[in-house]
């Protein structure tokens, strides 16, 4: 069964990322990190709607990945397409809505949860879709229909057909849909954002290499780097501290073709130090939670031919 979401949202997060648009990702993120999202699966759609009395639904994306993370990561990975103008902006925001004026110092990183969405689209005020008759005023996030029947089915067919009737109104990576079709999964095309959070999440937060778990000094690294041809995608990612990530960029460590930490001879020749790394020399890389975003035999291959100094 495909499934669709429609979620809540205000007025000001959609008017900032509509004025702003194409965007090839965006946060829609909850001010409480408490609960994690669950209610669609990678590649199905969410929408969005307005706060009462803004009936309507006014756009959506293809749901890509749901995180809880700190504030800090969010704005980091997302910046802009938070919806918000500054990250002091977004912590007002947060501060407003949870009535906590605790969150309003700098000091505080309030977690968030993040629902990550690719291919968004927005649509102009004379394509906004009615909520169904079923919408209650008291839902306060959002709600689930099946795509494939009632009223979800009428939703699938009314978002198609505006995505397909209306170029426009795409992003510059469209999300093309049958449009007289059944529902269908989408593949989201993740962003650099919705890569980094995927890649923290996958791996625990914790360092693939060392078992480091300090959040702030972990990075979501591309095995094959995206400039030459990398792509944001699970299976091309490592999470690393962030020493050990500069490093692997440089060719300094790769990964050996049996899964293992390996150390270029260059690291002392060039800088007569590196003990820290020689003492990881051999250590088994740390699999992700989902073994089915494990890395790329063919990326951790093209590292080690194209970046390692041996």
Request: charged content about 25%; glycine content about 8%; overall charge neutral.
């Amino acid at each position: 069964m495909v499934r669709l979401f429609v979620g809540v949202t205000d007025k000001a997060w959609f008017d900032q990322l509509s004025a702003s648009v194409p965007h090839d990702e965006v946060n829609f993120w909850q001010p409480s990190g408490t609960t994690q999202f669950r209610a669609l699966q990678p590649g199905e759609l969410f929408l969005f709607k307005l706060h009462s009395p803004n009936n309507f639904i006014v756009g959506g994306g293809i749901f890509g990945h749901a995180s809880i993370a700190p504030l800090s990561l969010a704005w980091e990975a997302f910046g802009l397409k938070n919806g918000v103008s500054s990250r002091s902006e977004m912590r007002a925001r947060i501060a407003s809505y949870r009535r906590d004026p605790i969150a309003l110092d700098d000091r505080q990183d309030p977690v968030i949860g993040c629902r990550i969405l690719t291919q968004p689209f927005f649509w102009p005020k004379e394509l906004w879709l009615p909520v169904p008759e079923s919408w209650s005023p008291n839902i306060v996030t959002g709600k689930g229909f099946n795509a494939e029947e009632g009223e979800g089915q009428y939703l699938w067919s009314a978002v198609t057909d505006r995505l397909n009737s209306v170029p426009e109104i795409r992003n510059t990576e469209p999300v093309m849909v049958e449009r007289f079709g059944n529902p269908t999964l989408i593949k989201p095309r993740l962003g650099q954002g919705a890569f980094r959070l995927t890649i923290t999440d996958n791996y625990e937060r914790r360092c693939a290499v060392s078992g480091e778990k300090t959040l702030p000094i972990l990075d979501a690294a591309h095995i094959r780097a995206f400039e030459a041809g990398g792509e944001h995608a699970a299976s091309n990612g490592l999470l690393l501290r962030t020493d050990i990530h500069r490093l692997f960029d440089l060719g300094y460590v790769t990964v050996s073709p049996d899964g293992r930490f390996e150390v270029s001879g260059r690291l002392k020749a060039d800088f007569d130090n590196g003990r820290h790394y020689y003492d990881l020399q051999g250590t088994p890389i740390r699999p992700p939670k989902n073994r089915h975003a494990a890395p790329s035999a063919d990326a951790l291959s093209w590292h080690r031919e194209h970046r390692y100094l041996g």
